[in-house]
């Protein structure tokens, strides 16, 4: 079956423009997550949905937003972009339901490389 | 509060020898840990996870870990190394009671012919 796949893979924006990705979990998967990724900072979690709802956020200012649709489809969207925003914007999908006490095995897409100039 | 330390930003190994990746973790219940590695350009794959039982966790690509409770440690192991295993690796760790993922920063490692 399809990977998650995450879109676009490359883009390049300037400071205080705004940007979309777009992620498509695998099918049946209805929790989606985000996570930026730099060099410095390592892999730190942005948020996560399910069944469109925002279950879990993390310490990321209101610039950074995000939805999903009724089709677990998610994008996230950051507003005036900063040149710290550059990275890597990867996308986890999950099968677990929430509050489940398995252990929640996230398949992740090939990411979005951000670069802000 | 939960965290995940790798030690190591880096790990060199030649090809053909054992290879270690150090994961140490706190919690405060019991947790579930589990080691991802990622190729470069491409996402995060998942390669074993423990959640009880035997302490010893085998995964794909011939990756095995070990749970040490005494010592909060979830170290990655193969006995022979591969060029191909080169790629970056993460250990994450959940406690029992709380959703949420926290990772460590990512070793390197790094397989010379």
């Known amino acids: 079956k399809a990977g998650v796949t995450q879109t676009p893979r490359y883009l390049i924006k300037t400071r205080g423009q705004q940007v979309t990705l777009s992620c498509s979990p695998i099918?049946?998967?209805?929790?989606v997550s985000w996570y930026q990724q730099t060099p410095g900072q390592g892999l730190q979690f942005l948020f996560e949905?399910?069944?469109?709802?925002?279950?879990n956020k993390g310490n990321f200012p209101g610039r950074f937003s995000g939805r999903q649709f009724s089709n677990s489809r998610s994008e996230m969207n950051v507003s005036t972009l900063e040149l710290g925003d550059s990275a890597l914007y990867l996308c986890?999908?999950?099968?677990?339901?929430?509050?489940?006490?398995?252990?929640?095995?996230?398949?992740f897409g090939a990411g979005s490389r951000l670069t802000v100039l | 509060a939960q965290s995940v330390a790798q030690p190591e930003d880096q790990v060199n190994v030649a090809e053909g020898n054992p290879l270690t990746v150090k994961c140490t973790y706190s919690?405060?219940?019991?947790?579930?840990l589990f080691w991802y590695v990622q190729y470069p350009n491409r996402g995060l794959q998942f390669l074993l996870k423990?959640?009880?039982?035997d302490n010893l966790v085998k995964g794909s690509y011939g990756f095995e870990a070990e749970f040490n409770k005494s010592q909060t440690s979830f170290h990655l192991k193969k006995p022979s190394a591969l060029v191909s295993d080169s790629a970056l690796y993460f250990c994450?760790?959940?406690?029992?009671?709380?959703?949420?993922?926290?990772w460590g920063a990512g070793t390197k490692l790094i397989i010379k012919p």
């Open positions: 994450a760790v959940r406690e029992g009671s709380n959703y949420q993922l926290i």
């Open positions: 919690v405060s219940g019991n947790p579930y």
């Open positions: 949905y399910f069944s469109e709802t925002q279950r």
């Open positions: 423990y959640i009880t039982g």
């Open positions: 099918s049946g998967h209805r929790s």
């Open positions: 986890a999908s999950s099968l677990i339901l929430p509050g489940s006490s398995g252990a929640n095995v996230l398949t």
